[in-house]
């Protein structure tokens, strides 16, 4: 059975700096991997997708990069600044039809 | 701008009582997913349907069941509601092909009392 696992579990930085999200999953025969926001009491925002066959994805201050042989993706975050405060999940899907397994996600908190 | 709209943000519901919650896209995507979140727990998938009137079970069936009368929208049902259905429901839909990601709704934060 797969299981998702993202460290840490929280993190808190100065405005500025750059934020390292880590994702590690166990069994590599993933289809997807996706990166999610989630504001308290909100939905999930879809931040990157990166496919099973990709290496990395990029969106403005945000890169995440795959290394499925590895079981592990890392989610960059450029320069943060304090709207970036927010729970960020990873996810993978076996296949193309989209069932999603979750990592209980990090919380972060970037200080003015 | 694309949406998942889910009909209700909060609900209280007694113990026993049928509940509905209805979910909406209007990207014309073929699948559809309920999940629900809990701390500790996270998210967990509960059904998830493929096109109209197919569905499948996810990890946590168990007292649910789902409808899906027509493409846009997905409908998960509580039986007889328990207090351990208390629960943040999100919805989240998905085109077949694959290539493009899920978009989630705003969630519906149940309670039964």
């Known amino acids: 059975k797969q299981e998702v696992t993202q460290i840490p579990a929280a993190l808190s930085v100065p405005e500025g700096e750059n934020l390292v999200l880590n994702c590690s999953f166990t069994d590599s025969a993933i289809y997807n991997l996706q990166w999610f926001r989630q504001d308290p009491g909100k939905g999930l925002t879809s931040l990157l997708l990166?496919?099973?066959?990709?290496r990395e994805q990029t969106s403005g201050r945000l890169n995440a990069s795959l290394d499925k042989s590895s079981g592990r993706s890392t989610l960059y975050i450029a320069a943060s600044q304090p709207g970036d405060s927010a729970t960020y999940l990873c996810a993978v899907s076996p296949d193309s039809w989209g069932k999603l397994q979750f990592g209980a996600g990090t919380q972060v908190v970037v200080t003015p | 701008d694309v949406k998942v709209t889910q009909s209700s943000r909060y609900l209280v519901k007694r113990t026993g009582e049928k509940v509905f919650l209805e979910c909406v896209q209007d990207?014309?995507?073929?699948?559809m997913f309920w999940y629900r979140q809990d701390p500790g727990l996270g998210l967990r998938l509960i059904y998830f349907?493929?096109?109209?009137?197919?569905?499948e079970k996810g990890d946590i069936p168990e007292g649910y069941s789902v409808s899906r009368e027509k493409k846009e929208r997905f409908s998960l049902i509580l039986e007889s509601a328990s207090t351990n259905q208390t629960s943040m429901y999100l919805c989240?839909?998905?085109?077949?092909?694959?290539?493009?990601?899920?978009?989630f709704g705003s969630g519906t934060r149940l309670t039964v009392v």
């Open positions: 989240a839909s998905k085109s077949r092909t694959g290539f493009y990601g899920y978009t």
């Open positions: 990207m014309d995507h073929e699948n």
């Open positions: 990166i496919q099973s066959s990709q």
């Open positions: 349907s493929y096109d109209v009137k197919m569905k």
